[in-house]
């Protein structure tokens, strides 16, 4: 009678571990589902808040050229900028297009051509260089590629 009963708790010890490792299995596969769902959301915000500050940039230029017109413009050339607003060069160098050593950038190569030869948006180096020549002091953050920058 005893090693009957120490069967049927056997058998109840096993089914319920069995049990138990399915709820196990599947609660893990559902966390896997929610942390890939997770992900997705993750890079649409991305993309979103990338598109906003796109679409943000894109209206600080236009205002830019409305209100105080641009100082520096995409035909003038790096060296010119250099001369002109001397902290220019830093602005630059932290864009990559003139302004350090490791820049292949010629002086006499204008912004605009610049920019585009090295993958920069235009627009972003615009603002900022506006902004530094205007004296404004606000602190604005330029995302390029991987790197922010804080003005």
Known sequence: MLAYIAS???FIGITMAWI???RNKRLTEEVEEVGSRIYHLRREVEASQEKIEQQQMHLKFELLKLKDGLKITPDMK??????IYPQAQQLLAEFHIGGCSSCSVDNQQPLGEAAA?????????????NDMVAGNGS???VKKSNIQLHF
């Open 8 to 10: 049927i708790l056997g």
């Open 20 to 22: 138990t490792t399915q």
């Open 78 to 83: 790096i060296g010119e900028i250099i001369t």
């Open 117 to 129: 030869m090295n993958g920069r948006a235009l627009e972003p180096i615009l603002v900022a260089l």
């Open 139 to 141: 602190v604005q953050q």
